[in-house]
């Protein structure tokens, strides 16, 4: 018998299907950071021919500055005597350093000016002090009074007190009605304010016992206002410009000057406050209409200082 050939192999053949090259999405985040690139660059380029010189040699010396001199201050290291090279250029003459040492130059001479009106201001004052004081001194009608008015330098200006006592008031009993001597001072006083350039504050004080006819409404506020209201007319009698006031307020007892006593006579007065024009300033605000120089005049005219 013949010899049966084996049957022939069978073969399988394994075909990979994968995604054709074309559609791959590599060259498509390549292209996207390449156009985000190009229009950076082109935004830097259009930013640069925008700006002016004297700003891009201010970058310039900024990136180039040693970190040191960036962040602590100092002179740069191209004004400095080292053989070597460093830093940026100097700055003194880019337009963005001259415009800080001109913010800073106006700043000092701000700063200057309020220290020459302050000093002004207070040898103004100073002097009015010295010429009261005087005036108390050598009027024998008011150095009779002159336990009763005191004369003190405060923060706010030259603060006038005219305050009672026990057997000599300076109003009729519970009300505005103003005593001879109360005026006699009250006149001094508004004749020596008539040449002052500053404004004034003036106040009326009570103590701290209440008004009698208080159940009709009418209370320690209103003796004060009225009393201070009462002054500033023979003030104003007497030469003050009315100008001058910069506010006229009854304050009753809510500023004592004996604390510890309420009732004593000393804390119903009279505060005159020649205002400094940082005080009046804080105090007012800056809206006050200037004082006109002819309403001084003509009240200087109208109403002359009193003989002595």
């Known amino acids: 018998m013949a010899e049966k050939k084996p049957p022939p192999p069978f073969i399988v053949k394994r075909v990979k299907k994968s995604g054709h090259a074309g559609h791959s999405a590599v060259w498509k985040i390549a292209y996207a950071d390449f156009v985000t690139a190009m229009m950076a660059f082109f935004l830097l380029m259009w930013l640069l021919s925008s700006t002016a010189k004297e ?11 040693p970190l040191k001199t960036a962040l602590t201050g100092g002179e740069k290291t191209s004004n400095g005597s080292s053989v070597i090279p460093g830093g940026g250029d100097d700055l003194t003459r880019a337009h963005g350093q001259n415009r800080n040492l001109g913010l800073q130059e106006a700043k000092r001479r701000r700063m200057e000016l309020e220290a020459a009106r302050a000093r002004q201001d207070r040898e103004r004052i100073e002097s009015l002090q010295a010429r009261i004081a005087a005036l108390i001194t050598e009027t024998p009608r008011l150095s009779e009074y ?11 200006g030259l603060l006038i007190q005219i305050t009672d006592e026990q057997n000599r008031p300076m109003f009729d009993s519970g009300s505005a009605l103003v005593k001879p001597y109360m005026r006699d001072i009250l006149h001094a006083i508004g004749a020596a304010l008539g040449g002052v350039e500053n404004r004034i ?3 009326g004080h009570t103590d701290a016992v209440p008004y009698g006819n208080s159940e009709r409404g009418y209370s320690n506020w209103e003796l004060s206002a009225d009393r201070a209201n009462a002054s500033r007319r023979e003030l104003v009698s007497a030469g003050m410009p009315d100008a001058k006031l910069g506010r006229v307020v009854g304050l009753a007892a ?16 009279i505060t005159i406050t020649v205002l400094t024009q940082e005080a009046e300033e804080r105090l007012m605000g800056k809206g006050l209409p200037a004082i006109p120089a002819a309403a001084l005049l003509d009240e200087k005219q109208e109403h002359p200082a009193p003989d002595r």
């Open 55 to 65: 700003e891009l040699q201010g970058i310039q010396a900024y990136f180039a500055a």
């Open 146 to 156: 002159r336990s009763q008015i005191r004369i003190d330098m405060t923060p706010d």
């Open 201 to 203: 504050s003036l106040a």
């Open 254 to 269: 809510s500023d004592l000057l004996v604390p510890e006593n309420p009732r004593a006579p000393a804390n119903r007065r």
